[in-house]
């Protein structure tokens, strides 16, 4: 049996056609003007998801980024601070060395007294190092200068406690640098992050060995001493590790190679922070590159697929109106005379 | 010898074709006319042959064959499938819920549509963001305002939501009630029409324009709610002029007929749906804010129109803007799910966020209005805000923003001890106990992945929904083709038949002229023999 198709049908069934035709062409059309892939949540309800993904990875990693560019900074300076400090131990050595000769005249002791006294202020000023506006050295207390000068105790304060009495309670700042790089310290509830800043003392020296009290001791030694007693301070010259250092300057070369090798250790640990950083914005850039392809593959239409889909909808909206055109005008009536 | 017949008896033949033919022309004109109507079906006359007139018994007549009288019309009729109707109708209560949920979701997924920085994500990350810049400057008012402003952004696109879709959920109630109110009116229009069409037909007649009209309102009635019909006779029976018994339309909401508590329309009796205020419904939502009551509808009986009442109750506009009003479970879910999850997260945030929050210290400060020292077991959020609507910051971070705790100990200003002003051992429990725990119990993973399932879940449903409703419109396409198939008016057709019956009209004319010329000749010409 044949279905009987009324004029009534065909114009119904022609508007519909011709309305998903228009429908198809608008969905292209509104694709192209915003450039995405989906126009709304429900046009692709998996990829939502899969942006929402790329784009908190994307705006964690910019965070990240910055974090590692303060982080890098912090620790630049640190770098710069740890390397002067680092000359300035190696000057004192070569002046304990040169000290240490019995030749020496009391004007040139007088020098190097001099001297001393100027690079126990510079300890003062290396100590105190600023990254802008805030303390590098000063653990959590980074608004106020940490290190206090005594020139007469020969005695530095640090955060208001006196060093050679010790009972100092060292802290460092730490940053996130990457997802989960806070964790709860083993020893006690302290979290604990990327470590910017480092005890002070590490680099300082703590109680006696601090460096500052180190140089005032040699201070007191060469400037204090009359000529005689120079003899007996320089007596037993070679390398005498048991000499008092109190009484004798022979003692100190060994005093300050130590405390070099404390502040390269501290300098080496710094440089592989700063390699670390280094590395971890490598990785950022890397994974950048990754999460924008994977964004852009969820959000960004293909343009030059697009303008091909919209093409193939206007013809088949074309070729629906032609049709149109075709079998709705003719009746009955305009062959009846 | 020949029998007897009338001299006139072709000349009444002739003229019932010709009285047939004019008729059936103006129904011709009249399908014409209605071509365009909505739900007009088309109409055609059932015609039948008079009957010889016989004069005695048949076995008397000496004559065999005797012509019939003409022609007679039976009815006129109209061309309808009741089986294509009711389908119809079961598909369109289908679609219609569809349809208005596609709509409506339409509006819900408005309200989240971007995904971009001042979306909930992009202000929660950037929220994020800036609690890592205050670990790096915990001392810098700047960045400590910045952290505030990002937490305000936070918590008035919580409100902003939750504004938008509690206006969606009162517009969704007040839009069913408006279509209750239709639906009375439409029950009414029907109970008038059966009486009209009970009085206009027992006088034997079909009553073909005003089961159209009846038929119109059933299709707009079926689109709003869930209806099952029967035509049966009446109780005590009917009959018209000619005998026939009368049958009388009665309409049951649900799928059972039959069911006297579910009766809508007896014959001309019809019982409006009661649209009766809900007492303490609004606290549905945990939110008395709601000025608008919400409604619920009530068969005559006390029936609740819903399917935990009706049995097998499905469909319709008015069950579609109920479901998208009540809907607060994963197996249901409507505008209040959307709302009851974003209060879920905000719940979580805002508990879990003050809890790590209150164990820091603040940072001394002193401005015109005020001074503080370092205080802890303050709180971030207003622990009083558990909800998307009354979600915002404490006294205490609104009065300045030294108030956020950065630090694990006691923070100073003008000792000449550690300051503590560089601790940000709080605000890194913040980040990690916050932005990047990955394990909350009421969120089922991070705050991230909850976002992420909720969005998902909303753009499933309404992808969903728009996919039912288009799946649901092509079988409804088709069975309004086949529908129109049958009853539909072709113009081609009745210019066909327009041309049919006026060549039967000027046929029946011509035989009456060549009947008129017969009797000239007999009465004029015959016998006049030598005149």
Redo the contacts between chains.
Sequence with gaps: MSTRITSGMMVGNFNRNLGSANERMYRIQSQLATGRKNVRLSDDPVSVIKSLNARAQLSNISQYKKNLEDANAWLTQTETALSELNDLIKRTYELSVYAATDTLSSDDRDAIAKEINELRGQVGVLANTTLGDRYIFGGYNVTRAPFDLDPETGDMSYNGSSMIDGDIDWDKIGYEISFGSISESPDDDRLIAFDVSMTAGSAFGTEENNIYYTLSKMYDLLSSTSEKETFDLFSEVNNNTDADANTEISPYPQILLDAQSRVLAQLAETGGRIARIQMMGDRFANDEINYTQMQSDVEDLDQAEAIMWFSMAESVYRSALGVGGRILPPSLMDFLR | MSGLRSTFYGLNTANSGLFMAQRQLDVTGHNIAN??VKGYSRQRYATAAVDPAYYGPQFASPERGKPGQGVQSLSLDQIRNVFLDQQFREQQTKTSYWETRSGT?YYV?DV??S?DQNSL??VL??F??SM??L??NP?DEAVRTNMVSEAKRLTSIFNLYNDQLTTLMAQQNSNMVEEAKHTNDILHQIANLNDNILRFEMGGSIANDLRDKRNLLLDELSTMMDITYTNLPFDPPHYNMYGIEQTQLNIYAGRIAGDENLLLVSHKEYFELLIEEEEGFNDVMGDSELTEPFYRLYLASGVMLSPDEIEEYTGGILQSYMDLRDGDTSENIGIPYFIKELNRLVETLVTEFNSIHGAGYTMPYSNQTSSSGSVTGVDFFNAEGLTARTISLSEDILLSAFNIAC???TVTRD???????????NI??L??GIA?RNDFDELGGSI?TF??TF??T???E??QA?GTVASHEVLL?SI??QR???S??????E??NM?RFQHAYNAAARCITTIDEMLDKLINSTGRVGL
Excluded: H, P, R
Aim: aromatic share 6%.
């Design positions: 071509a365009n979701m997924e989240f549509n995904i994500d992009g990350q950037s994020f963001n890592q810049e670990s790096k001392f630090s694990s100990e000792t000449d001890e550690n300051l503590q002003t560089g601790n940000n051992e890194l429990a980040i990690k990047e991230n976002y992420k969005l998902g909303l753009a499933s309404t992808s728009n396409t309004q083709a129109e198939s049958v539909g008016v072709d113009e081609d057709e210019m066909t041309i």
